[in-house]
T-cell receptor, first 115, second 112 residues
């Protein structure tokens, strides 16, 4: 079945450093890859997404890269700040027969940014 | 515009009790989802509804049932709660394929 693996499970960086989180997926038909940020006790919220026809996307300090051949995608956060501390989830989605679609999540990465 | 609203926010059940988690969205989205979140395991899909009148199993459907009452509402029922169902439950919706999920604030369920 579909599977999304996410690494590392925990990541600790100093303020101002960069952080990179990597995900691999098993279903080659996956075509949509969002990243969510979840602060403690709150709901996941989308921070950036990428579609399969694009290799890279940036939004200020956040960027995502996609390698469809290798079936992996990564989240890059530059100039990290303490407020970036949260759990980050990657996900992969594909359209099933009948037009249905479902999103499979990675297990999450707990990012801690130390002042 | 409230987005996705879940009730209740917290619930404690005894083993064997039943309950229904309610979810409603006011964004006119076609697809709705129920996920459970356990420490170290991310978000796992329980059931989803691609459109009004249809429901399908996700990764972990055992012990749950769902009802897509209308386009706005998608409820999750536990007929006989078990301690293994202690978790945080999130409802979500999205308008179409390849679009972001919008999550509710979650229901924290404890089964003793």
């Amino acid at each position: 079945g579909e599977n999304v693996e996410q690494h590392p499970s925990t990541l600790s960086v100093q303020e101002g450093d960069s952080a990179v989180i990597k995900c691999t997926y098993s279903d080659s038909a996956s075509n949509y890859f969002p990243w969510y940020k979840q602060e403690l006790g709150k709901r996941p919220q989308l921070i950036i997404d990428i579609r399969s026809n694009v290799g890279e996307k940036k939004d200020q300090r956040i960027a995502v890269t996609l390698n469809k051949t290798a079936k992996h995608f990564s989240l890059h956060i530059t100039e990290t700040q303490p407020e970036d501390s949260a759990v980050y989830f990657c996900a992969a989605s594909r359209v099933l027969s009948g037009g249905y679609n479902k999103l499979i999540f990675g297990a999450g990465t707990r990012l801690a940014v130390h002042p | 515009n409230a987005g996705v609203t879940q009730t209740p926010k917290f619930q404690v059940l005894k083993t064997g009790q039943s309950m229904t988690l309610q979810c409603a969205q006011d964004m006119n989205h076609n697809s709705m989802y129920w996920y459970r979140q356990d420490p170290g395991m991310g978000l796992r899909l329980i059931y989803y509804s691609a459109s009004e009148g249809t429901t399908d199993k996700g990764e972990v459907p055992n012990g749950y049932n769902v009802s897509r009452l209308n386009k706005r509402e998608f409820s999750l029922r536990l007929e006989s709660a078990a301690p293994s169902q202690t978790s945080v439950y999130f409802c979500a919706s999205r308008p179409e394929t390849e679009s972001p999920l919008h999550f509710g604030n979650g229901t924290r369920l404890t089964v003793t």
